[in-house]
C-alpha cells in the first residue's frame, strides 16, 4: 500500500513569506515553504524540537552573519567590532542574569562541541569518564564508544534501576568510587524525572571528580523555575538554547569563575574560530524572551502538560519508563502493544503527529529497530495547548499506534485531518500565516 507523504499538507505552500529567496531560489524556497506549512499542520511532540518567536527568527538572519570575530569582546583578532562585542556581552549577561552563575561562554556550535570543550578544559585524551549509558538515556558525548569521546577518552556509564527505571545512585557511587573519572556528566536525552544534582555533587566530591551538568534538554525548565538549578551544585553546566529555552541551534557552558578561563581557552582557540554572530544575537533574544513572568509560566505549562499526557497515556494502558514524568519528556515502551517503536513512529507521522523511536532501558531490540517511542510537550505548549487538550492527544497516540499494529491507513489519514484541524486553532510561533 502506497502510504501519503509526511511532508504533504492539506494547503499548498506559500512562498510569499520570502520574496527575496523565492525571487532567487524559488526551489529552495518552496523547500522552506512546505516545511513551514508541515509544522503548521502538524503536532510535534519531539521533546528535543520547539517554536522559536519571531524575534529570534529575525536575530538569526541579520547582517551580524556578515561578520568574522574570533576571540572574546575586546580581544578580537579582527577589527570592526563596534557592534559585535556589546551583542556577544549582551548575551553572556543575560545567561549569567537568567541562570544566576558566575561565568558565561555563548560561543559554542552546538551542544555536542560545548561538550567537547568540557574535555578540553579538563581531561587529558586517555582519561576515565563517566556518564549515562545511552540505550539508558545518556547522550553520546558522555563517554560513549562510538563518540569521539568514546574514542579518545575511557567512558564508563552508569544507568537505571530495571524495577523503577530510576538512576541507581548506589551505582553511581560505587562506579565513581571505583574508576574515580576526571568528569562526571549528569544529565541525558531521554530522562523522565527530576535530576538530583545534589546527589551528584556529593558524588563526584567524594570521587575528586568535576561535575559536568548537562541541561540541554531541562534548561527552559530550570530559566522558569519549573525544574531545580545545578548552578549551586555543578562545576560546569552545558547547555543547548534550542529546545525548551526556545533559542537559535547554538549552545552555552556556564562555570564558576575560577574555571572560566579554562572554559573560553578550550571553546576558542582549543575547539572552533569565530563564532556564528548572528546565532549569538539570537541568543540573546531567546534569554531576554526567558527572563520574563510569560516564561515563568511557559515552563510550568510544559510540565503541567507532560504529566496530564502521562496520565491519559497510562489510562490507555501504555507502559512508560519510570512510570510518568517530571518534566517536559515521556519515554514510553510499546512492548506491551506489540508494536516497534520505529513502527509506531513512521506510523504517528503518517498521522500528523511527529515523535522519534527510541531506546528503552534494557531494551532487547536493536536501537535503530527499538522498543520505545519519545514523546514531549515543549512545542505543542508554544501553541497554546493546555492540560484539558492532553486526553485528546492521548487518544491520538493511541489510536494511531493500533492503525499501526493493524496496517489501518485509513484511521491514520483520519487522525491526520483532526490533527490539522486542533493545530489551525492555536497557531505556532514564528509561522508565517498561510
Not at 523522565?192 to 575528586?208: K, L, M, Q, S, Y
Not at 497510562?314 to 502493544?337: C, E, Y
Amino acid at each position: 500500500m502506497t502510504h501519503p507523504s509526511p511532508s504533504s499538507s492539506p494547503s499548498s505552500p506559500n512562498t510569499l513569506s520570502h520574496p527575496a529567496l523565492a525571487a532567487q531560489d524559488p526551489e529552495l524556497a518552496a523547500l522552506v515553504g512546505a516545511e513551514e506549512q508541515l509544522q503548521a499542520d502538524t503536532l510535534r511532540l519531539i521533546p528535543s524540537e520547539n517554536y522559536v518567536s519571531t524575534a529570534v527568527l529575525e536575530a538569526s538572519g541579520t547582517v551580524l552573519q556578515n561578520k568574522y570575530s574570533e576571540g572574546y569582546p575586546g580581544r578580537r583578532y579582527y577589527e570592526g567590532q563596534q557592534n559585535i562585542d556589546p551583542v556577544e556581552r549582551l548575551a553572556v549577561d543575560r545567561a549569567k542574569s537568567v541562570f544566576g552563575v558566575e561565568h558565561a561562554n555563548v560561543q559554542p556550535y552546538s551542544g555536542s562541541p560545548a561538550n567537547l570543550a568540557v574535555y578540553l578544559a579538563f581531561a587529558e585524551p586517555g582519561d576515565t569518564v563517566m556518564g549515562m549509558a545511552l540505550p539508558m538515556g545518556g547522550h553520546l558525548t558522555h563517554g560513549w564508544g562510538v563518540s569521539a569521546t568514546g574514542k579518545w577518552f575511557r567512558g564508563v556509564q552508569y544507568g537505571v534501576r530495571h524495577d523503577t527505571g530510576l538512576i541507581d545512585f548506589d551505582e553511581v557511587r560505587d562506579l565513581a568510587l571505583k574508576e574515580r573519572p576526571k568528569l562526571i556528566f549528569c544529565g541525558g536525552t531521554a530522562l523522565p524525572r527530576t535530576i538530583d544534582f545534589a546527589a551528584f555533587a556529593e558524588i563526584a566530591r567524594e570521587a575528586g571528580s568535576v561535575l559536568v551538568a548537562d541541561i540541554a534538554h531541562i534548561a527552559g525548565l530550570i530559566a522558569g523555575g519549573a525544574h531545580p538549578s545545578p548552578v549551586p551544585h555543578a562545576d560546569v553546566i552545558s547547555t543547548t538554547t534550542h529546545k525548551t529555552l526556545r533559542g537559535p541551534r547554538g549552545a552555552m557552558l556556564m562555570s564558576r569563575e575560577e574555571h572560566a578561563k579554562a572554559i573560553d581557552k578550550a571553546v576558542f582557540p582549543g575547539l572552533q574560530g569565530g563564532p556564528h554572530n548572528q546565532t549569538t544575537a539570537a541568543i540573546a533574544v531567546a534569554l531576554h524572551e526567558a527572563s520574563q513572568p510569560s516564561f515563568r509560566d511557559y515552563a510550568h505549562a510544559v510540565v503541567a502538560n507532560a504529566r496530564a499526557l502521562a496520565e491519559a497515556l497510562l489510562a490507555r494502558g501504555f507502559d512508560l519508563v519510570s512510570g510518568g514524568t517530571d518534566n517536559h519528556l515521556i519515554l514510553m515502551d510499546l512492548t506491551p502493544k506489540d508494536v516497534p517503536g520505529k513502527v509506531a513512529a513512521k506510523a504517528l507521522d503518517r498521522a500528523g503527529i511527529v515523535v522519534n523511536y527510541n531506546t528503552v532501558p534494557y531494551d532487547p531490540r536493536k536501537p535503530f529497530d527499538p522498543s520505545g517511542v519519545r514523546i514531549g510537550t515543549p512545542s505543542l505548549t508554544s501553541r497554546g495547548l493546555g492540560t484539558q487538550h492532553m486526553p485528546t492527544v492521548a487518544e491520538w497516540i493511541d489510536r494511531g499506534v493500533a492503525a499501526a499494529r493493524a496496517g489501518d491507513e485509513d484511521a491514520l489519514t483520519k487522525i491526520r485531518s483532526e490533527v490539522a484541524d486542533l493545530m489551525a486553532a492555536h497557531p505556532a510561533p514564528g509561522l508565517p500565516t498561510h
